[in-house]
């Protein structure tokens, strides 16, 4: 068992059981549809909130305030261990900064017997999970503590893959991802772009395809060719396409028959930029090329 705690916000897309049963912790976020607001925690679906996206309702997301982070930091440093708090990009969102700046805080406060370390993860959905699970899988394995669990994470974050495909570009541009008029005439040829996370955290197309099919068929040619099997967790996400991924991860098991593979929704609040029909795969590989 650990001699710390494995934290992060809800954008890491883990379910409650999973949450659970890995004795991590994770701060729920708000998020908009409508006029009506919600908690990561409330129970809206994603597939139901890819119908609301579909059917025109706006959506807006909340990034943690320094308040709600000193707030939950200071709750977990009740139980009197350290703390490594693996944060969604910086790139994508100011909550990062807003954990640095709770936890420079409570750090030096002289009440605080306790280290909370904040990790800029580079990541973003179920690549930080992805980096939550490793890091306890090793700290177990090696008997780390806090400090050398976070030099790992920073060793290892930039070598998980992030690679997705979406299906209307239209919800990137609205989320202030995509240009809009691009996304426009992008929709109008079926333009499905094949996605990934750079070294700086951010959003960026990989190679431009048409269909879905070929797009989906071009997400595992980047697995193949670049997967350097450092990890044997592969994990999958998916926006309201629950069949596609369960087809890709069989398809990636025939290229690899060794390779673990988990597959969970897309959560709420990255839905609501993503929008329906994402399906993305993290697998390790030797760097994140530009």
């Not at 709770?102 to 030096?108: E, S, T």
């Not at 959003?203 to 990890?231: L, M, P």
């Not at 690899?256 to 609501?272: A, D």
């Amino acid at each position: 068992m650990l001699n710390f705690i494995i934290s992060s916000e809800s954008t890491c897309d883990l379910t409650a059981d999973q949450i659970t049963a890995n004795n991590f912790s994770v701060i729920p976020m708000n998020f908009l549809v409508g006029e009506k607001e919600y908690s990561s925690t409330d129970g809206l679906s994603t597939n139901e909130i890819c119908k609301r996206m579909r059917e025109g309702q706006s959506v807006k997301t909340f990034q943690v305030t320094v308040e709600q982070a000193t707030d939950y930091l200071s709750e977990l440093l009740k139980q009197g261990k350290d703390i490594v708090h693996l944060s969604f990009s910086s790139a994508m969102s100011g909550t990062c900064d807003n954990f640095r700046r709770a936890a420079q805080a409570l750090n030096a406060a002289e009440k605080s017997a306790n280290k909370i370390y904040i990790v800029d993860t580079l990541c973003q959905s179920f690549g930080v999970a992805f980096l939550m699970y490793w890091a306890k899988e090793q700290a177990e394995k090696n008997g780390w503590d806090a400090r050398q669990t976070v030099d790992f994470i920073e060793r290892k974050k930039l070598t998980i893959s992030h690679t997705f495909v979406v299906d209307d570009l239209k919800f990137l541009a609205r989320g202030g991802r995509l240009n809009a008029p691009m996304a426009f005439i992008g929709n109008i040829i079926q333009l499905k772009p094949v996605l990934h996370l750079n070294s700086n955290g951010q959003i960026v197309q990989r190679v431009k395809v048409i269909g879905r099919k070929k797009s989906i068929t071009t997400a595992i040619e980047e697995f193949k060719k670049h997967y350097n099997g450092d990890c044997k967790q592969v994990f999958i996400s998916e926006s309201a396409c629950r069949q596609e991924a369960e087809s890709v991860a069989a398809r990636l098991k025939e290229i690899n028959p060794e390779i673990e593979i988990k597959i969970n929704q897309l959560g709420p609040v990255i839905t609501s930029h993503a929008g329906p029909g994402v399906m993305a795969i993290y697998f390790t590989v030797n760097d994140r090329m530009e």
